[in-house]
Each structure stands twice: as C-alpha cells, then as structure tokens.
C-alpha cells in the first residue's frame, strides 16, 4: 500500500511540475499617449526625467522597469506592462485604466550639450540639454551673501513656554501627585 501511495505522490509532482505556463508572460510594451521632458541641474550634476502618460491594456496590468537604450541624439525608452498568470478580470473591470509615470533618463555617454530626442513607444518628443554653466571665482572675490528666508526653530519647546495653546487642548485641572519612592 506505501509503494502505491509513493507513486501517486510522484506522478501529482511531475504533473505539477510539467505545467505548459509555470511563470508569468513576458512584458509587452503599453499604449503611450504622451511624453514630456524635464532637464535640470540637481546638486552640480545634469538629470532629466521624462513623465509618460497612457493606458494599460486591463486593470490587471502593472507597470515593469522600463528598458533604455541610445543611438546618436536619440534615446529610446520602451515603457512595458505584465499581466500576472491566471488573472482573472470581472466585466466591470476590464476597462484599460490610464497611468502617469516619471522615469529618469540615462544621460550617461550623451555627447553633451544639443538637441535630443526621446523615443517613447513611439511617441517621440525633442529636448535640450543645455551646456553647463561655470564660474570662475577668484581669492580677492568674496562670493555673494544670500539672507536666508528660513529661520530655524527648536522644536522640542515646551508647549506652555512658547505660548502656543493647540486647538483641542484641555488644561489640566490639578498637577499630578509626585510618585511615592
């Protein structure tokens, strides 16, 4: 009786096994209605982001980490979606949902300041990155003094000392007693 019930284990984890769809299906790229392009320095350094807009093919899809390349001045990003295995849809949600994505482009190796263009699923859209802009400073220079509109406020101030009675607050009829030792 064992040896019967070892094979019939076996055979339901090689039918298990076998599946003709153990994983998920690969990415497919989605429907891109829009792409627009921000360049800015931040911290010394040029960075340029790239905020898409469209649809998914269902609800069920999830966005995947988009794939990047470069040919020349233009860049390609290629924007794709996952369905999960086996996901099922109800009616009323099988309507195509849109999204609105930031993705940071790779500028790394661009040939420097010019015109580029972005390739988004097809959607093309052209940006500027502008040449870096220096200054030369030199000893007997002192460098402009900018009066900061921000004033810094201990925040661990005692309610009752700085004044400030919050909305809401209820003062406290009787201190409480001192615990005995």
Same mark, same amino acid.
């Given at each position: 009786?064992?040896?019967f019930?070892?094979?019939?284990i076996?055979?339901?984890?090689?039918?298990?096994?076998?599946?003709?769809?153990p994983?998920?299906?690969?990415?497919?790229?989605?429907?891109?209605?829009?792409?627009?392009? /921000?360049?800015?320095?931040?911290? &010394?350094?040029?960075e340029a *982001?790239?905020?898409?807009? $469209?649809?998914? @093919?269902?609800?069920?899809?999830?966005?995947?980490?988009?794939k990047q390349?470069?040919?020349?001045?233009?860049?390609f990003i290629e924007v794709?979606?996952q369905?999960?295995?086996g996901?099922?849809?109800?009616?009323a949600?099988?309507?195509?949902?849109p999204?609105?994505?930031?993705i940071?482009? /790779?500028?790394?190796g661009?040939? &420097?300041?010019?015109?580029? *263009?972005?390739?988004?699923n $097809?959607?093309? @859209?052209?940006?500027e990155?502008?040449?870096?802009q220096?200054?030369?400073?030199?000893?007997?220079?002192?460098?402009a003094?900018?009066?900061?509109?921000?004033?810094?406020?201990?925040?661990?101030?005692?309610?009752k000392?700085?004044g400030?009675?919050?909305?809401?607050?209820?003062?406290?009829?009787?201190?409480l007693p001192?615990?005995?030792?």
């Amino acid at each position: 009786m064992d040896f019967f019930r070892v094979i019939l284990i076996i055979n339901c984890l090689l039918a298990v096994s076998c599946q003709l769809e153990p994983y998920a299906p690969p990415p497919v790229p989605v429907i891109v209605e829009s792409a627009e392009v /921000e360049v800015r320095f931040f911290a &010394g350094r040029l960075e340029a *982001i790239a905020t898409v807009k $469209g649809t998914l @093919t269902s609800s069920a899809a999830m966005l995947v980490d988009p794939k990047q390349s470069r040919v020349g001045n233009t860049l390609f990003i290629e924007v794709l979606e996952q369905t999960p295995r086996g996901a099922t849809l109800l009616p009323a949600l099988g309507t195509t949902p849109p999204f609105r994505t930031r993705i940071p482009i /790779e500028l790394l190796g661009t040939e &420097g300041p010019g015109t580029y *263009i972005l390739d988004t699923n $097809g959607i093309q @859209t052209t940006f500027e990155i502008p040449a870096i802009q220096a200054t030369v400073s030199t000893g007997e220079e002192t460098p402009a003094q900018y009066n900061s509109r921000i004033r810094l406020v201990d925040e661990f101030i005692p309610i009752k000392e700085a004044g400030i009675t919050p909305s809401g607050f209820i003062e406290p009829a009787a201190p409480l007693p001192k615990p005995k030792d």
